[in-house]
């Protein structure tokens, strides 16, 4: 997680949402990514997005089977639909988020039953480091 919170520090530094993601197989940071949405002009270009594009090009398996991802504010719906199509094995988050979070809040994703994989969730890691990054950036824009 440690990791991830270097992404989100840089991307608030890019003036991004400060919000960071890493991607382990076999005990190996494979990507890193944090938000570039401003940057890009893109919309999906969230940090987990954008981590798992980067690992399935890395790996060129269609599928992140096996692979752990460490992300520091709980996934949008979007992204974790993008999880669950990946098959991630593992999904740790750090901060959670009330208002656009789809994991533990929201419409908790992964208890859907509609939704075709659900990696084991580890919730908590890192959060307050997390969420003061958070807080500082958005204190920062009022």
Known sequence: MQHALIAAEQAACAGEVPVGAVIVADGKIIATS?????????????????AIRQALEILGTGRLTGCDLYVTLEPCTMCAGAIAHAR?????FG???KKAGAVENGVRFFDSKSCNHRPEVISGI???KSAELLRKFFAARR
């Open 34 to 50: 944090a938000n570039r949405m401003d940057a890009s002009g893109d919309a999906t270009a969230h940090a987990e997005m954008l």
């Open 88 to 92: 991630l094995r593992r999904l740790y």
């Open 95 to 97: 901060a959670e988020d």
């Open 126 to 128: 890192g959060a307050e």
